[in-house]
């Protein structure tokens, strides 16, 4: 049973603070990784792609990868109270139907 | 650009009613399609996919099932629903380029 898991939360960070997510898997054929940010009563919206061991920037976050400890994480830089939601970690096992395999999701706030 | 379109946003039905659900994909071509349930507090369930007209896979044995009569059209149907059926229903799809899917808005069914 190919596995994500993720501490559900919920986390609670001040305003202007590095909010740091995390992440394991159990699978180790998993090469793509993803976050998804979930508004409460929407649908789950990409943000981060990572593939490769290592860190990968855009704008205020910071997706890093370690394959040999199965571990990703994603880091919220300066958070916003925009940025409250619900994190979702997803796995690709598969490249033909680039099945995802989602953890059950982080609860994200922000304290203003 | 590509957009995913899913209806009806919210659905009310009774015990044992049918159902069906529908997805289009504007904007690609022989996209890979997914339905996937969320209950309440809870991850992202996994219940079809398809990487063709006509090819279902189905990742776990319920009394739903899916349709892809077209290249860009998903369907999800069930000839009487349980109250188990209940959540929030969303419909995504990937290019088969490894970056991750893109959701629907998705649809709310309460089994009353």
């Known amino acids: 049973q190919k596995e994500v898991e993720q501490n559900s939360g919920p986390l609670s960070v001040p305003e202007g603070a590095i909010a740091s997510l995390n992440c394991t898997y159990s699978?180790?054929?998993?090469?793509?990784f993803f976050w998804y940010r979930q508004y409460s009563g929407k649908s789950p919206e990409l943000i981060m792609s990572i593939y490769s061991n290592g860190d990968k920037e855009d704008g205020r976050f910071t997706a890093q990868l370690n394959k040999a400890s199965q571990y990703v994480s994603l880091l919220i830089r300066d958070s916003q109270p925009s940025d409250s939601a619900t994190y979702l970690c997803?796995?690709?096992?598969?490249?033909?139907?680039?099945?995802?395999?989602f953890g059950t999701g982080t609860r994200l706030t922000i304290i203003p | 650009s590509q957009t995913i379109h899913q209806w009806p946003a919210t659905l009310v039905q009774p015990v044992g009613s049918p159902l069906s659900l529908e997805c289009t994909v504007e904007g690609t071509s022989n996209p890979n399609l997914y339905w996937y349930r969320q209950a309440a507090g809870r991850g992202l369930q996994l219940l079809f996919y398809s990487v063709g007209i006509g090819q279902i896979s189905s990742e776990v044995p319920q009394n739903l099932s899916a349709s892809r009569p077209q290249d860009r059209q998903f369907i999800l149907s069930s000839k009487k629903l349980l109250l188990s059926d209940s959540g929030f229903y969303l419909c995504a799809w990937s290019g088969g380029t490894g970056d991750g899917y893109t959701f629907g808005s998705g649809t709310r069914l309460t089994v009353v």
């Open positions: 699978d180790r054929v998993s090469q793509s």
């Open positions: 997803a796995a690709q096992y598969n490249f033909g139907n680039e099945k995802l395999t």
